[in-house]
């Protein structure tokens, strides 16, 4: 139940593109879902989130689409440039008792290339 | 400023050494973790420290022992490891309960490649 479900695993897009990376969860509890960009080398970092009472949030070219009925989540990143291509986590955290650090729960990846 | 530093950047050691990772953050955060991450695969979580107190050990052998001295500074202290726990190993920290959902989230730093031979 604490599984995040990640597709697809990689994903070739041509410059200018649309990329789109889906996530699925079971436990209704989550209530912030956080994605993460990793390029090689480096630690992940964060992209954009959303709380499961908005149905879409919009940053630049990233966007996250929230379906809370389905318990999917996606992202969308219009116009794709070749330095996207990166390592993608969706997550998805839950509020613990007072005083408690959230965990995380991080999809299994998505490798995006960009081709120029 | 959301930097989470973390040194040093490349630790090579043998399975009989001892070392130390350190992490620090001074974005005023008392939630910090540690985390493994294997190539290809998302980070899987190590320990959690809230207001420097150990609250989670994911089962983690005894031959990782975190240290939290203040509550900037996060220490992972290294003994007698396996070539398998060669890997990047990422700090994070976090606000706790900060009283809004999306004010807990967690930034990491840019990890430390361990090579265990």
């Known amino acids: 139940q604490q599984q995040v479900k990640q597709s697809p695993q990689s994903l070739i897009v041509q410059k200018g593109g649309i990329s789109i990376i889906n996530c699925a969860y079971e436990?209704?509890?989550?209530?912030?879902f956080p994605w993460y960009q990793q390029f090689p080398g480096k630690g992940p970092a964060l992209l954009i989130a959303i709380r499961p009472d908005v149905s879409e949030k919009k940053e630049g070219r990233f966007t996250i689409s929230f379906n809370k009925s389905a318990k999917q989540f996606s992202l969308h990143i219009m116009d794709s440039q070749p330095g996207d291509s990166a390592t993608y986590f969706c997550?998805?955290?839950?509020?613990?008792?007072?005083?408690?650090?959230?965990?995380?729960?991080f999809g299994s990846g998505t490798q995006l290339t960009v081709l120029p | 400023d959301t930097e989470v530093t973390q040194t040093p950047k490349h630790l090579v050691m043998g399975m009989t050494n001892k070392k130390s990772l350190k992490c620090e953050q001074h974005m005023g955060h008392r939630a910090m973790y540690w985390y493994k991450q294997k190539a290809k695969k998302p980070p899987e979580l190590m320990f959690v420290?809230?207001?420097?107190?150990?609250?989670i050990n994911e089962s983690v052998p005894s031959r990782f022992s975190p240290e939290c001295p203040n509550s900037s500074l996060l220490n992972l202290h290294l003994h007698a490891l396996q070539p398998e726990d060669s890997a990047l190993y990422l700090c994070?920290?976090?606000?706790?309960?900060?009283?809004?959902?999306?004010?807990?989230?967690?930034?990491f730093g840019p990890g430390t490649r361990l090579t265990v031979l």
């Open positions: 420290y809230s207001y420097e107190k150990l609250s």
């Open positions: 994070a920290s976090s606000q706790i309960m900060s009283g809004r959902v999306d004010g807990d989230t967690q930034y």
């Open positions: 997550a998805a955290s839950v509020t613990r008792s007072s005083g408690s650090a959230r965990q995380l729960t």
């Open positions: 436990n209704t509890a989550f209530d912030y």
